[in-house]
């Protein structure tokens, strides 16, 4: 049965940093283009990043280049997000998913998890 399963949210302060994980089961993450989205109280589900699995390269929304970063260990099917200089606006539940490209949410996700709550809070 295919599962992905997050991992590392929490509350941290505007400026901080975090770290996100995902561990999937159940199917091969080469198989798939991956990454993260995340969907804030009240608001639509927004793509973070995407690695295609055409070309590997990872692609970033525009909210949050430059200060998040994904890494892939696909032999062991797990998957990270690196947030830095967090923002009060980067609060949201985070979910990682397995899709058929990129970018994510162009259509729905093959496999996604549970989700993970980042607040970002004094």
């Known amino acids: 049965q295919e599962q992905m399963v997050e991992s590392g949210g929490g509350l941290v302060q505007p400026g901080g940093s975090l770290r996100l994980s995902c561990a999937g089961s159940g199917f091969r993450f080469d198989d798939y283009s991956i990454g993260w989205f995340r969907q804030a109280p009240g608001k639509t589900r927004e793509a973070v990043v995407c690695?295609?699995?055409?070309?590997?390269?990872?692609y970033y929304g525009d909210a949050v280049k430059d200060r998040f970063s994904i890494w892939v260990d696909a032999a062991k099917n797990s998957l990270g997000l690196h947030m830095k200089d967090l923002k009060a606006d980067d609060t949201a539940v985070y979910y990682c998913?397995?899709?058929?490209?990129?970018?994510?949410?162009?259509?729905?996700?093959?496999?996604w998890g549970q989700g993970t709550q980042v607040t970002v809070s004094t």
């Open positions: 690695i295609s699995s055409d070309d590997r390269l990872a």
């Open positions: 998913a397995a899709a058929q490209s990129c970018p994510l949410l162009t259509s729905e996700p093959t496999f």
